[in-house]
């Protein structure tokens, strides 16, 4: 119990700013900080989509965006190539590409995989030159650096950061230890 009080905890409140899955009224809100060429978060992903699916309504995920520019040379335009998509009413699909498609994240390998969701790729190309959706990465990034996050993946669970594994049987333990 004194681990909980002392473990770091969520500065900023998961809210509709938020790109959510899940139920708004779940017992248990999983946040990721993540990177899309980060190879652990890569590793994550699968699980956490397990988790999801084993976990139902009881659970709301969110993803937040802490790109590691200075060891992923890509990582901050995937997350603006994100952002993008979700300007279209796309940033899961686009999530899930990146993440399926982690040694294909130069620009033009991001305009292939917004042709190959469908989206307007003339509108898409432009906010990316134009870098529209960077200060949401940035806001995304400082907000886990106030909460203490300083590698990727992390993620809290209820607010509080989860300081074990991320393989499935963790994971899906303190999710579960998580619930009411």
């Known amino acids: 119990?004194?681990?909980l009080l002392h473990a770091p905890r969520l500065t900023v409140p998961v809210?509709?700013?938020?790109?959510?899955?899940g139920s708004p009224t779940a017992s248990v809100t999983?946040?990721?900080?993540?990177?899309?060429q980060c190879p652990y978060c890569g590793a994550a992903h699968p699980i956490v989509k397990e988790v999801q699916r084993l976990m139902g309504d009881e659970l709301?995920?969110?993803?937040?965006?802490?790109p590691l520019t200075q060891v992923h040379r890509y990582a901050g335009i995937a997350a603006e190539a994100a952002e993008a998509a979700g300007a279209q009413g796309r940033f899961?699909?686009?999530?899930?590409?990146?993440?399926?498609?982690q040694?294909?994240?130069?620009?033009?390998?991001?305009?292939s995989h917004?042709?190959?969701l469908g989206l307007d790729v003339d509108r898409f190309a432009e906010e990316l030159e134009s870098r529209a959706h960077e200060p949401r990465v940035r806001e995304d990034f400082m907000s886990g650096i106030r909460s203490g996050v300083n590698g990727t993946p992390t993620f809290f669970i209820n607010d509080v950061r989860h300081n074990g594994g991320y393989?499935?049987?963790s994971l899906l333990d303190a999710v579960r230890s998580a619930a009411p």
């Open 15 to 21: 809210s509709e700013r938020d790109h959510l899955k």
């Open 167 to 169: 393989d499935l049987a």
């Open 1 to 3: 119990m004194t681990e």
């Open 60 to 66: 709301l995920f969110a993803f937040r965006h802490f």
């Open 103 to 111: 040694d294909h994240l130069a620009p033009p390998d991001l305009l």
């Open 92 to 101: 899961w699909e686009m999530h899930d590409e990146l993440f399926e498609h």
């Open 114 to 116: 917004a042709e190959a």
């Open 30 to 36: 999983l946040v990721e900080y993540g990177d899309y």
